[in-house]
């Protein structure tokens, strides 16, 4: 997934100016696709070159012009033809989970304060997710056109409750300092040439 692609998805609720769409970005869509500011400008101005997007722009007294930014027929083709290629599983990238992978040459205690501050992040999450969908959704249905936005937040949500229970079975398991000897895996098959 390109940048360009969760533009032009923000944009298929309304027109938004450039600070609109990264305060969503911040938001909403971040949650699972993160651009930073600038980033989001950038490609604004390369969405505009292909035609994807249009620039209307909005006199205002006392502070600066903007700009608001609307989906082309060119960009609302775009996007459809982007959401009908198959999509691709993400992948993790997790430096705690290979710090997790060599446990016995890293320092425990600096391991398990990094494991709290990911359990309090993760925790502050889903809460977060669970005040979104009580405000956005409160009797747990929505209207066909943001059935999306109700399904990535019960996602987010068990996401999050999933790592928040990972963290605080890392913790207990840690308590000890001498952590391997305590876990015992649950079901696992041996990997091949192991054991």
Request: proline share 5%; glycine share 6%.
């Amino acid at each position: 997934m390109a940048l360009g692609d969760a533009i032009l998805a923000c944009l298929t609720e309304r027109p938004m100016t450039g600070y609109e769409l990264a305060k969503t970005f911040d938001t909403s869509i971040g949650f699972f696709w993160k651009a930073d500011h600038q980033q989001i400008y950038r490609e604004l101005s390369k969405l505009r070159d292909r035609g994807h997007v249009q620039a209307r722009e909005v006199v205002q007294t006392g502070k600066p012009n903007k700009l608001v930014y609307t989906l082309t027929p060119e960009g609302r083709s775009a996007l459809k033809q982007w959401a009908s290629r198959p999509s691709r599983p993400a992948s993790i990238k997790d430096d705690l989970l290979v710090r997790m992978f060599a446990l016995e040459a890293v320092d425990l205690d600096a391991l398990r304060a990094d494991i709290m501050a990911r359990l309090e992040h993760h925790r502050d999450r889903q809460a977060r997710y669970e005040r979104i969908l009580a405000k956005r959704f409160p009797d747990g249905t929505a209207a066909h056109a943001d059935l999306g936005k109700l399904l990535n937040l019960r996602l987010g949500v068990r996401h999050e409750r999933a790592v928040v229970e990972w963290c605080e079975e890392a913790l207990e398991a840690l308590s000890s300092g001498a952590a391997a000897p305590n876990v015992t895996p649950v079901g696992e098959v041996p990997l091949e040439g192991k054991g």
